[in-house]
């Protein structure tokens, strides 16, 4: 391969075993491999923790999809990171019932506490912070996802409570 | 029809159509952004909204969007009504534009700016930030600015939907959407440069023009045709300061329609090139110092050689530049300059076109075909905008899935989703992997003689009476029944082929197939492509001489005039050597130097294209008539003027010259037909060249003289060089850039169409030739000749950017090309034991580097044509021996990662597969 | 054997698992695939259209004559689509139906696609939907090794297979069509209709989308018949449908209740009225893309037709509360903020409107805001109308800001002079 591509240009990364196996299950249920892109991306993050241009254009050629096609729907989605996260994701809704229930004082409270803001993450990797739409949980708002778990009713003191649990459990 | 009102005043329709459509086929001014007449409607941008009315009672009406809504009879509509909703829909587009319109390259023929105007929105009420973006680097040809976008997404429909292009997509979402690439990098679709002119405004533009910038109507410009292939594209190039600033489409509804490819837009560099030959040489004696002679003089030494030279005309010279020379010459004296393989095909090409029932196919009715065969020719590289062409015709079968459920055709979206995967069969037979492959049914990779006998055989599957192949393996004849069952079934069925491969049975096939498509009334449809501007004008003008090259080398002639011709792409070195060493005077007329020029005593600057006013014959022999655009320096001259003899008078009219011509080409009254005769006027005045704004003309010399100077003459005719004269914009005959009241971009154009997207008022330029063939069946007989070989058997790799002998010199394009090589299975690489950086020495030729491709058949290599490097014409047909090079080093031109190709086996299958 | 009257939420208990496929019918379940499979497709699909089921994904469109739109099969896939992808600010019932009675979901969808002929149902689901998609991948692995999925169904001729389609989180995916790209894996961006997608849907091929809780009616009416559907509406109408509160109430939740209920009764009986304290002052009666609706509405039954007149729409009958402690112009922020981000940027007054609302309210609640500002934002609202925009998610946007300036057009005049009073204390 010869010179005009910069050598900086990312170049697809090796697929692991695991991600081969979930994208090939998803595969099984859609007649064209488009179909598959976002939820091969999304199975990616589930194991990188996030979608790297490395990553984005390993699921392109596995899936012989163009990777600015890909890049169009990865960057579409508000949950396909394109860009490092923390080890765990904290979602805060923001949406109206949490918002009438006092999420802006839990964010003032998180940001204070991890000394991040909205899209930030900690300088140990720990945490990442980002606004979600309404959740789907209005009558016990406030409302928050970390990882896959999703925590009601918060008060700034059950926040330090989950905080202090996900960095107990790394 | 149906009957429609609109705020009073009442229209025939098509219902069949968008109602904005049909409101523009009216001349009305409604907005629009989105719509394309070439793309459909999707109805994003909302600019076309109008008030529709459910009934006469109905005093409130529904707002809807004119390019998404089928005109009912009877149906009442408001335009007016709509007017406030168009003007907040640009207010809040402009939310986030930049305002930079002084700086920016599209300013003063801005598509934006006129609706802008149009709306009424000139007061900025947001006072709040705007949304920025970082721009890409496109590579050489298209210039990148985000923070113009209006988010119409016409570009990524253009580039994707339309053109195929798979490496440019729409990102992120709400006012962040953002339309690039994945990362920086030059565009890779051969057409990319047509979005300069699809996008409504400032973001994509032609980055060559915007480093020599002047403004539209700063632009000195004429009805022109591309020099770059045969296919003909109509164009509009501009001038400013004596230098070709840029070329754009110039719409030809059964030739280019909207659309150019790359080469042509931003091939034509070579025009303003330091490498030009802008005086004119003598030397008395092969080893002497040219010196600089004066254009009387050079005249004269040319005239002189009348009766002793023989001539060697150019196919791409005009028409005129090769009639003259022939008249100079005399019949008998004048040659054919294209190589004598290429002689005899073009001459082949003839004879099936005037001699068999086949429908010769334009570019207009291969987007109409719906069954392909591509024959042989690699048409991304040899013919670009029929490939483009061929990405239409494979959509058709959505349009007929459509059609069924009754949705109409302007529905662009919704049909792409009907068809999803599906397409019109096309089936390629080719000696490698072609661009086109992606939308390919099947893709047969052999020999051009293995291909011809596939052929044969289809044309016999289709109508027995064609002659049998036999021998085909069963694999074979699968895909020989199924390409005759598709052809078969197709309403439209086509056959592409061309001279490209070398191969006279391709041709001969090709004919058969469509003749054997042909019942009763409709004929089989053909394109064959030829390899130059004026190919086939030539080889008329030959008239059935059998004036090849060769015979001019053999002829013993020792003087002879070389138009326009570096005869080293022509001929075999030595033969050229030998040629020119036992000549006493060479007389050569051109724009660039080359080996041929070298070895003149005389030399004359010739015009190129942009400076000339003639006549081409495109692939369907269609001639069109091309004006030059501004007047050269005063040594360069056009190739007619200089060799037109007295007896025309010294200073004739090109008309003079298009007669001799025409009386010598079959129809050839019908050339009198391209132009509006020679005398002209209109309103007693001229066509300008100018646009009416044309600024500073007083003042352009001013540093020099504070006289203005004479305007230039244009002895040739109809136009004059400056803003004197009437437009011929409105319903003339000669149409130069489009321009109406408040529509300054190329969005006017459909003021000067009989119906929008649909042909110009006054027709479509250009007159086809040949009569379409009534006779009976007649069929070639399928003689496939299989040389025998030893070595390697040779295969010609075409370069859209490269293999033309002009294009090649322009810089933009060098950024693209690259310098000669050979392709060859990695089998045989490792069979002759090239390692990675090794180089092969071509026998006959020069040492090259190699690009290992799985799809070439083993025993196989490509070889390129044209390329700094290698002269194919040294090339023999029986094979070709390879060698590793010693010591050897790639090339500085050498460079892999601009070839593009989608071979199956390469390690992308996204068109981006470089290996070597 | 009495037939319910709760049959949505009758196997729902909150803090128990959801039943297991066995659990499920024991409890009665899956009795409508039998039944189902012993119609002619055309007078299913007329059953439901008796049964007057609306959906319950918003519009509120008759369930059985949507479907009817649908060809006659051609031999090509055809596709039932659940949309699950509930992201309408103040909307939690479609979650409570998946996570805790999952087969009914799946009763229904094969049920419906029974109906539609249909040989292929996805659920588009909502992405941080964690437990419901475990709930669901859980329950179709039963019913495909119980075999009421797959080939043959139950011995019949009729074949069908199920996926879950986890989504990335973008409330435009809730539009049936931008979710039929989504599920092509695809941009969001809205389709033109028509075609519509019963004719030309996912890949082209005839497709319905319908929502969780419509389907999950499916199974009860195709089971127990019309007449006890009809029966189990009040004022006029029929079925039961979940509706519910949030904002500052005594008991926030959601609850399975005649159609036809009035918003005192769930207001007050239902979620308790509000918390000590706090004042009603108005109320979204069914998402965040409502129009406001005032105190005096409440005793409008929750009947589109009804809710329409008053100048707002029922939408996913989910109210949210506002209280006289929360500032209006706030929640609109909060609101606008919300739609701006989510539009897919295909459209013009969505795309480029949405932000410039949320500008000037941003100025407004900064105590920056103009008399002007005010001005431009009803202009807004009528850019942004029905009609105006590709898809419905703009003129959605503009519902609870025009009916905000309407009703505390005092409040945001207020803003231009002193900011936002609320902030202050
Ligand atoms: C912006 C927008 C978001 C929507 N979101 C949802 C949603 O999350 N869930 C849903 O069921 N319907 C949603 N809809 C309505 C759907 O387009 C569609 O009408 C519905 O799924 C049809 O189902 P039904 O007929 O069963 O109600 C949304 C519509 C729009 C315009
Ligand atoms: S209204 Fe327009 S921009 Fe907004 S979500 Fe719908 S289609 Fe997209
Ligand atoms: S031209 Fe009609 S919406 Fe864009």
Redesign the interface.
Known sequence: MSNLIASTAPKARQLTHEEIHDIEHEKTHYPYAQAVGLEALKIVQKYQGWVSDESLLAVAEYLKLPPDELEGVATFFNMIFRRPVGKHVILLCDSVACWMLGCDNLKAHISSKLGIDYGQTTADNQFTLIPVPCLGDCDKAPTMMVGDKTYRNLTPARIDAILAECKAHG | MAKITVDGKVFEVDPNNNLLQELLSHKQDLPYFCWHPSMGS??????C?VIEYANDDDQRG???MAC?TSPREGARYSMDKAHQ?RA??IE??M??HPHDCPVCEEGGECHLQDMTVMSGHTYR??D?KK?THNNQNLGPFIGHEMNRCI?C?RCVRYY?DYAGG?????????????FG??????LESEFSGNLAEVCPTGVFTDKVFSKVYSRKWDLQSSPSVCAACGVGCNINPGERYGTLRRVVNRFNDEVNGYFLCDKGRFGTGYVNSAQRISVNMSRSAHDARPSEITPVDAKAKLLAMKGNAIGIGSPRASLEANYALRALVGKDNFYAGVSDVEFGLLNQVIDIYQNRPVHIASIKDIEKCDAILVLGEDVTNTAARIALALRQSVKNIGKE?AAR?K?PMW?D??IR?????KKSPLYILSSHATRLDDIARQVHIGSAADSARIAFAVAHVLDSSAPAVTGLSDAEMALVNSIATDLKAAKHPLVVSGTSSLEPALLNAAANIATALGNGDQRGNLALCVPEANSLGLMLLMDGSQNSLGKAMQSGARQAIVLENDLYRRAPSATVDSFLSGLQQLAVLDHLQHRTGEAANLVLASGTFAETTGTFVNYEGRAQHFYATFKPVAAIQSSAKWLCDSEFGNEPRIHILTGGAAAILPNGYKLQKLTPGADWTFAGQRAPRQHHRYSGRTVMRAHLNVHEPKQEQDEDGLMNYSMEGVPATKDATIFNSPWAPGWNSNQSLFKFQKSAGGELKQGSHGERLFDENTGAKAWYAAVVQQAAISGFAQFPIYHLFGSEELTAQSEAIQAKATGAYVALNPADVARLGLGASDGVQVQHNGAVPYLARASITPGTVGISVGLHGLNYQNMTTAGVSLNKAANWQ?PKD?????IIVSDAGSS???GRG??? | MTLTNKPLTKNIEIGRAPFNFAQYQAAGGYQSVARALTYKPRDLMKLVQDSGLGGRGGAGFNTGLKWSFIPEPDGGPRYLVVNADEMEPGTFKDRLLMEHDPHLLIEGMITASIALQATMAYIFLRGEYKEAEHALLQAIKEAYAAGVLGKNIQGSTFSLDMALHTSAGRYICGEETALINALEGKRANPRFKPPFPQVSGLWGRPTLVNNVETICNIPGIVTNGVEWFKGLGINGQFGTRISGVSGRVKKPGCWEMPVGTTFRTLFEDYAGGMQDGYQLKAFLPGGGSTDFLMPEHLDLPMIPGDVAKAGSRLGTSLIMVLDDKTCPVGCIHNLIKFFAHESCGWCTPCRDGLPWSEHMLVKLENGEGSLKDIEILKEMCGYMAPGNTFCALAPGAAEPLQSGLKYFHDEFVEHVNHGCKYKQH
């Open positions: 999707v109805g994003s941008c909302r600019q909204a529904r707002q809807v998404m909703f907040q829909a809040s587009i939310t986030s009420r947001y709040g949304s988010t997404y994707k798979t490496d440019f997509s729409v990102q992120a979402s709400h006012n962040h959407t953002y690439r994945f990362q920086d990098g030059s899935m459920i949705l529905q979206a919704a989703t009907l068809a999803m995967d790639n050498w460079r892999a990662s601009n992308s299958a996204y470089t290996q070597g």
